[in-house]
């Protein structure tokens, strides 16, 4: 018996299996099931000692693994390139006087935004300061900078921009 095995209680595997299960049927990929489940695995040997109850080993075990392919995802879609599929092209690229119009458009839409909402946009997006950041120096919290940026967007989408 593995050190590892000792850890766990003797329903783990079961509960493996059905993890595996889940996660096959979440992700519709072969691949990224097995990786979230090889994960929930090394978390559960990791962690088996903060579960205190081993009734409740399933459903944290369910939770780890919506959690893992949750953080799989995101890892996988930060990852991936957009590809043109064949046959199209790139947008044919501004010239230089439409890219300064487009640009000053830009900004006349940002300074008419409100005053909060336009500090964060520039932080954000003129300056590339993270959103933890902006939460520092606003003095607020990291979801009130997203929220604010959110405003931002939607205003300027009113506005005509895209």
């Known amino acids: ?15 493996l299996s059905d993890v595996r299960r889940h ?9 990224l099931a097995e ?3 090889q994960d929930v695995f090394l978390i559960a040997v990791r962690r088996a000692h903060t579960v ?12 780890v693994a919506r959690r893992r392919l949750a953080d799989l995802y995101r890892d996988r879609r930060r990852r ?3 590809e043109l ?10 010239d230089e006087e439409d890219s300064c119009r487009r640009t000053q458009s830009i900004l006349r839409a940002i300074r008419r935004l409100p005053g909060p ?3 964060a946009v520039r932080m954000r997006y003129l300056k590339g300061d993270s959103l933890k950041d902006i939460a520092t ?10 929220s604010s940026l959110y405003r931002a967007r939607r205003l300027l989408r009113r506005q005509g921009l895209r």
Not at 1 to 15: C, G, K, T, V, W
């Open 1 to 15: 018996m593995s050190a590892a095995s000792r850890l766990l209680p003797p329903e783990f595997d079961r509960y």
């Open 35 to 37: 990786d979230a489940v």
């Open 137 to 146: 120096q606003l003095e607020t919290t990291i979801d009130a900078v997203k």
């Open 85 to 94: 599929p064949a046959g199209l092209e790139a947008p044919a690229e501004e």
């Open 52 to 63: 205190r109850d081993p009734e409740h080993w399933r459903g944290w075990l369910f939770r």
């Open 117 to 119: 909402v336009r500090v």
């Open 23 to 31: 996660c096959l049927r979440v992700s519709r990929d072969k691949h």
């Open 80 to 82: 991936s390139a957009v």
